[in-house]
């Protein structure tokens, strides 16, 4: 059996470190396939590391090590606590240009943000605002020496787009995207925003597979990834089974992620 089924098996019977707000880790795990053993993820939005965290059971389960970001700092300790193997930034992620910015505190855990950028129907939710630093993720990547990301899930509540459009994608190698998008339908704020996500993946080399929902007609994940094409991968069973799953008869994925 390959050794990913093995983990698959072993792993999905400690269902209480999945963690994720509506599945997205089990789903991900699941349905793309992400290499066993070591990796590493990162995630914006961290919040204690462990409630709706994307990446907890990938850490807790699967041994993998990764950056973690979050503003508030009344979740800081919990999430230094939470997530040991995790290098922990108390920050935002921010395009190069900034280098500070005013950060709203939600009353509703998961809702806070970069106020230039935040949902306006939203702001009256905001307890109090805040000046946070900014860290650029190419340069932190570089610092640590990290060249490959297998799994990077961004949830800022709504200066996604401008992250995404001001990293180096070209530089690193970023496996599968997660992107957390409100639903336009019912935030009219939000209009364009997930087709100019769609856009600047698709420029950088990413297919996007899904919208994923995490909350019915509010919020989704944009799921992508990385579509790299050699001769060595073009008919291996497991990415055969993610083609199948997501209809994408031209995607092949690097094969030393599925080995």
Not at 17 to 41: E, I, M, R, S, T
Not at 81 to 105: D, K, M
Not at 157 to 164: K, P, R, V
Request: glycine fraction near 8%; include cysteine; aromatic fraction near 10%.
């Amino acid at each position: 059996m390959h050794s990913l089924c093995v983990t698959l098996e072993r792993d999905f019977q400690a269902q209480s470190d999945f963690q994720a707000q509506a599945g997205q880790d089990k789903h991900v795990l699941k349905n793309l396939l992400l290499k066993c053993g070591k990796g590493f993820y990162v995630e914006f939005g961290a919040r204690d590391g462990k409630e709706h965290s994307n990446t907890y059971f990938f850490e807790k389960q699967l041994g993998w090590r990764g950056m973690l970001f979050e503003v508030d700092p009344s979740q800081l300790p919990n999430l230094r606590q939470n997530r040991p193997a995790a290098i922990v930034y108390e920050g935002a992620v921010c395009p190069r240009a900034q280098t500070e910015l005013t950060f709203g505190i939600s009353q509703f855990p998961g809702w806070s943000g970069a106020m230039s950028t935040y949902e306006p129907s939203r702001s009256t939710s905001m307890r109090r605002t805040m000046k946070v630093k900014c860290f650029h993720l190419a340069d932190e990547l570089r610092a640590h020496g990290v060249q490959t990301v297998d799994y990077m899930t961004i949830d800022t509540e709504g200066s996604e787009a401008d992250i995404i459009e001001d990293f180096p994608w070209a530089e690193f190698n970023i496996e599968v995207v997660q992107i957390e998008q409100l639903h336009e339908g019912r935030y009219p704020a939000q209009r364009g925003k997930k087709a100019r996500i769609q856009r600047a993946m698709a420029g950088n080399g990413y297919t996007f597979l899904e919208a994923y929902e995490v909350a019915r007609g509010d919020t989704e994940d944009l799921i992508f990834t990385r579509n790299v094409a050699t001769a060595a991968n073009a008919s291996h069973p497991v990415l055969n089974h993610v083609r199948e799953r997501f209809g994408l008869a031209n995607l092949a994925r690097r094969s030393a992620y599925v080995r």
